[in-house]
T-cell receptor
Framework: DAKTTQPPSMDCAEGRAANLPCNHS???????VYWYRQIHSQGPQYIIH???NNETNEMASLIITEDRKSSTLILPHATLRDTAVYYC?????????FGKGTRLSVIA | DAGVTQSPTHLIKTRGQHVTLRCSPI?????VSWYQQVLGQGPQFIFQ???????GRGNFPDRFSARQFPNYSSELNVNALLLGDSALYLC?????????????FGDGTRLSIL
């Protein structure tokens, strides 16, 4: 079973920041937080991952709370092409375990 | 650089047949994993291979098997196909499969069983 809890759906206005929350209260010290997204009919796309420090790349920022029990994925300027299902995954030395994710709809 | 490539993209089979799906990892990646995604659900882990050896297996029946070749490409085989095997089959590759290395996915093979 997935070790994360995400809201089933969210809306975001185009051009605004999209903040996607994820709870992972049972995370272990050696487990990473990964974010993937899946656009309809495509394979999951890797976005970002982190252990305990905040991370930023060209796609997004990942903010992990100090106790590591939750995190937020931030898409700074959402576009219509960011409409997708976003998966938050906690991973140790194990395969990826996908939950149901958050369906993000970016609205013009 | 090419990403993970899978073939074929679509496939239609009938119950009882067998199928072979193929995956070429990103150049330099030595670990390949297979996932099954049925409609409306997230991907579910089937197998992981690293250096031609099975390193993990999900909760799938023995009808599912896989192998990895010396060039790190991989095949997923499914025998005695059932209607419930209809799904998107995804292949993902990573450098060595460690927890701090992201897996990168192909766009999958969509298998339909009639």
């Amino acid at each position: 079973d997935a070790k994360t809890t995400q809201p089933p759906s969210m809306d975001c206005a185009e051009g605004r920041a999209a903040n996607l929350p994820c709870n992972h209260s049972t995370i272990s010290g050696n487990e990473y937080v990964y974010w993937y997204r899946q656009i309809h009919s495509q394979g999951p796309q890797y976005i970002i991952h982190g252990l305990k420090n905040n991370e930023t790349n060209e796609m997004a920022s990942l903010i992990i709370t100090e106790d590591r029990k939750s995190s937020t994925l931030i898409l700074p300027h959402a576009t219509l092409r960011d409409t997708a299902v976003y998966y938050c995954i906690v991973r140790g030395n194990t395969p990826l375990v996908f939950g149901k994710g958050t369906r993000l709809s970016v609205i013009a | 650089d090419a990403g993970v490539t899978q073939s074929p993209t679509h496939l239609i089979k009938t119950r009882g047949q067998h199928v072979t799906l193929r995956c070429s990892p990103i150049s330099g990646h030595k670990s390949v994993s297979w996932y099954q995604q049925v409609l409306g659900q997230g991907p579910q882990f089937i197998f992981q291979y690293y250096e031609k050896e099975e390193r993990g297996r999900g909760n799938f029946p023995d009808r599912f098997s896989a192998r990895q070749f010396p060039n790190y490409s991989s095949e997923l085989n499914v025998n005695a196909l059932l209607l419930g095997d209809s799904a998107l089959y995804l292949c993902a590759s990573s450098f060595v499969g460690a927890s701090n290395q992201p897996q990168h996915f192909g766009d999958g093979t969509r298998l339909s069983i009639l």
